[in-house]
């Protein structure tokens, strides 16, 4: 581990973040995995898709 994490991890406990922060953070982390899981269950669009495998086009 590098000296600047320790630091970096030093200061973050001496100076935590506020609980709106976590929250906020804890949200974004939940939306991700909300998303991960709809994906996982459902599949990935084909439309959204970079192979176009279904249609006819040609380069």
Not at 2 to 28: D, K
């Amino acid at each position: 581990m590098n000296i600047r994490w320790l630091f970096r991890m030093a200061r973050w406990a001496q100076n935590p973040p506020s609980g709106r922060q976590v929250r906020f953070v804890l949200a974004i982390i939940l939306i991700c995995l909300a998303l991960l899981a709809y994906e996982h269950v459902f599949g990935w669009p084909e439309t959204l898709s970079t192979d176009p495998r279904g249609r006819l086009w040609k380069p």
